[in-house]
């Protein structure tokens, strides 16, 4: 069963680049700057973060410039499913 969802994969890509964006101005990078430190042109940097429209690899390599990876990879751990009933919580 699809489970109910509050945002859309657009609002999380939005949010991904508003965040990438947001440290970049409070490392006081210019795109031009964080297209040096990370290898991503700066217009794919400027589209990124206008559209939230990027490949995964280039994301990754801005992440890097401005932060640590370890928050990323912490989204590959599994994680405890949620239980669907009371039963289920009364068992755990």
């Given amino acids: 069963m ?3 969802a509050l945002l859309s994969p657009a609002d999380i890509q939005q ?3 508003d965040a990438v ?5 409070a490392l006081k990078l210019s795109r031009d700057e964080l297209a ?3 290898t991503v042109p ?3 940097i400027k589209k990124f973060e206008t559209t939230g429209q990027i490949s995964l ?3 990754i390599l ?3 410039s401005v932060d640590s990876l370890e928050p990323l990879a912490t989204l590959a751990t599994a994680t405890p499913p949620v239980p669907a009933s009371i039963e289920d919580v009364l068992k755990s």
Avoid: D, E, I
């Fill in 57 to 59: 690899r280039q994301f």
């Fill in 62 to 64: 801005l992440w890097q």
């Fill in 21 to 25: 964006r947001s440290r970049r101005k």
């Fill in 15 to 17: 949010q991904l680049a």
């Fill in 42 to 44: 700066a217009p794919t």
């Fill in 2 to 4: 699809a489970r109910l």
């Fill in 36 to 38: 040096a430190r990370s």
